[in-house]
């Protein structure tokens, strides 16, 4: 009687072999990065200094509120931004801009300032030419004090109806980070 079990067992492992070895089997979800820094470098086309926005969570959603750090921006000027993204918490820090640019065509920013005469355009695009923005061209308008959201989407809906316009409203996908700054434009 004791050859049963061992018979049992041997057709629970074969099983569980022949099962993990199926070409089929769906493969493990893509963990999305923890990204605990934004920095978003607007360098003037008029050869002033650089102004940085600066968004650090170390500690992720909840605990400690994140750091947001902003600069003044001048009145009618057109900056050429650059955006890197990071995770602090890994040691040495991980570089996220690097999987946003291998990943582009899962990937896309999204800019929204409430100043009307506050734009954001694209200077980058994915293999498909749709736009990524991690490379971008703002223009500042009148004076004035407002704020600029950037959203971060993964999968999003690219061909969907102004999406390469930047409009986020039927963009769908998952957000990677949103991050909101104070604008003071002088």
């Known amino acids: 009687m004791r050859t049963l079990p061992y018979y049992l067992l041997l057709m629970l492992v074969g099983s569980i072999i022949v099962l993990s070895c199926d070409p089929d089997s769906p493969e ?20 002033g200094d650089d102004v940085e926005f600066v968004f ?23 900056y050429s931004g650059t955006i890197t993204l990071s995770n602090e918490t890994e040691s040495p820090v991980e570089d996220i801009t690097e999987e946003i640019r291998e ?34 061209t703002l223009t500042t308008g009148d004076a004035g004090m407002g704020t600029l959201r950037i959203t971060l989407k993964h999968e999003p809906e690219k061909s969907a109806t ?4 930047g409009d986020i409203t039927n963009a769908g996908g998952e ?9 003071d434009v002088q």
Not at 32 to 38: K, P, R, S, Y
Not at 162 to 165: E, I, K
């Open 28 to 47: 493990p979800p893509n963990e999305e990065e923890l990204i605990t820094t934004l920095i978003y470098t607007l360098s003037p086309d008029d050869g």
């Open 56 to 78: 650090r969570d170390l500690d992720g959603d909840g605990g400690v509120s994140p750091i947001v750090t902003t600069a003044p921006l001048q009145a009618s000027t057109t």
């Open 103 to 136: 990943e582009d065509e899962e990937h896309q920013f999204f800019f929204a300032s409430s100043l009307d005469d506050v734009t954001v355009a694209y200077g980058d695009a994915d293999s498909d030419s749709n736009p990524i923005g991690l490379v971008t």
């Open 162 to 165: 102004g999406v390469s316009t």
């Open 175 to 183: 957000t990677d980070i949103e991050v909101t700054f104070n604008l």
